[in-house]
């Protein structure tokens, strides 16, 4: 560890600007693992993170802190995802998973949710949408000590009559 801290040192940062990197890159590969193990279930290439669509999605993501509520940006040229958990405690395995829950309500024969899912499975055919190849996501504990969750997908899914895989 002395040789890590003195690496952030030797560049300027410091134990906490290292630590706080290595929480981010262990955000992002659980994000990614959530979303690309649903992903590989289906037979479609797993995704890449994309630096610049986290950007906006932290962006719109720290906009939401003191309305800590689900609502879709004005970013429409990307697909989304949002998620409030209550309390502060959550990861974002916990988080991103519960978009991919929802798959257990698609059917793909009918190419709609089936069941008595309760919030749809858009969600879920978002996370597994073939032709989306990138994701960058943003998370936040709320004033109100929720957690928000926004991840933005490029491109799109979940348009036209098509199925997402």
Known sequence: ???????????????????RRARAAATVAEL?????EAR????VEPLTWSAGIAGYAK????????????????????????FVG???????????????????????GSNTCVGEA???CARYTQVVWRNTTQLGCGRIVCDSGDTLLVCDYFPAGNYGTGRPY
Do not use: Q
Request: charged content about 25%; some cysteine.
């Open 1 to 19: 560890m002395a040789s890590l801290c003195t690496a952030a040192i030797d560049n300027g940062g410091t134990d906490a600007d290292l630590v």
């Open 40 to 43: 590989r279930a289906v037979g």
């Open 32 to 36: 990614l693992s959530v979303h690309n």
């Open 118 to 120: 309760p919030a749809g």
């Open 59 to 82: 962006k719109y993501v720290e906009s939401r802190r003191g309305e800590c509520v689900p609502r879709r940006s004005s970013l429409f040229y990307f697909g989304e995802n949002l």
């Open 86 to 108: 209550k309390g502060r405690h959550w990861n974002a395995t916990a988080l991103a998973a519960a978009w991919v829950d929802e798959g257990r309500w698609y059917d793909y």
